[in-house]
């Protein structure tokens, strides 16, 4: 099936995503989301790239916790690669930073944050129904630029809102200077690197990531629950390295633990439990060297297969 919308988004934003998921369909547009679209056992990063690839339309739901997840920094820059047009929806009152601002620097904005609401007397359902109109419009918009022997009237009522000036329209010249600044500061480093002896050995602390918990039923009241993920590579050869992770059940409590051995991963399963109730609504996951804990990251999107 072909899809029109990839919706990018944080695990902890899935209350999010399913909502714009639901109407986006609802309303006939073809979207391709994690959940739906990803099996158990399966490359994750490679799938993300087969079902962005094809969309017209990454749907990006933003928050700290997006500008956080190296999965949505990868999602987005894939897309600003592949031209596609992005359609970003703000739910919390966070500004994109760094490589993010880079890439949304001139996308046009559904401001949905607390505050936004509050101000503009709105609600975040109303805010997910101007989000349908507004992907439409987009499609319509593209659906005419590929078949230019289409009446141009029928494009006539297509309005896609500019929510929020781009942020490099708004701060051309601060960004310009810091990246001046940013240029003189890296060249010094690598120069004072290239003649130094010592190494910090710092981690990479963004090396690894949660991409969602697959619940198998395996019958005969037997359930397993898989920790799908990915390591870079600058952590995949590591000898002493574990990914430590504590299965939470609804009420906050450690059900049980796993500990993987980054050399011992087996494929993007970054841990694993085999239980008899159902009852894990939370992960949390720790990249330890020794009893030092290196990076923390923690997940509630579990999808049963």
């Not at 956080?68 to 739910?91: L, R």
């Not at 607390?114 to 129904?129: F, M, Q, R, V, W």
């Not at 310009?176 to 940013?182: C, F, S």
């Not at 004072?192 to 990531?209: L, R």
Request: with cysteine; hydrophobic share 35%.
């Amino acid at each position: 099936m072909t899809h029109d919308v990839f919706i990018s988004y944080s695990t902890k934003n899935t209350e999010h995503a399913e909502a714009i998921y639901e109407r986006l369909q609802n309303n006939g547009v073809e979207c391709w989301f994690a959940p739906e679209n990803i099996g158990t056992a399966t490359n994750f990063a490679e799938e993300i790239m087969l079902g962005l690839k094809p969309c017209k339309v990454v749907v990006l739901v933003f928050s700290k916790d997006a500008q956080a997840s190296e999965y949505v920094n990868n999602e987005v820059a894939a897309a600003f690669d592949e031209k596609k047009h992005i359609v970003p929806i703000k739910v919390d009152d966070s500004f994109p930073e760094g490589r993010m601002e880079f890439y949304l620097s001139n996308t046009q904005w559904l401001d949905a944050s607390p505050s936004a609401l509050k101000k503009e007397n709105k609600t975040i359902e109303g805010c997910y129904d101007q989000l349908v109109g507004d992907v439409k419009g987009v499609l319509a918009k593209i659906t005419n630029e590929d078949n230019p022997d289409l009446d141009e009237g029928d494009n006539n009522n297509v309005v896609i809102p500019h929510h929020q000036r781009g942020f490099f329209d708004r701060y051309k010249i601060p960004i310009i200077a810091l990246a001046i600044i940013l240029v003189a500061v890296v060249g010094f480093v690598a120069y004072s690197g290239m003649n130094s002896d010592s190494s910090t050995g710092e981690k990479n602390e963004t090396g690894i990531d949660i991409g969602y918990v697959g619940l198998e039923n395996n019958g005969a009241g037997s359930y397993s629950y898989y920790v799908f993920g990915t390591v870079s590579d600058d952590l995949s050869n590591s000898s002493n390295d574990v990914i430590h992770i504590d299965f939470y059940d609804k009420d906050g409590k450690v059900i049980d633990s796993s500990d993987t051995k980054i050399k011992d991963m087996d494929g993007n399963i970054l841990g694993s439990l085999d239980v008899n109730k159902k009852d894990v609504s939370k992960v949390s996951l720790q990249l330890k060297d020794d009893d030092n804990v290196l990076y923390n990251v923690d997940s509630d999107n579990i999808i049963e297969q």
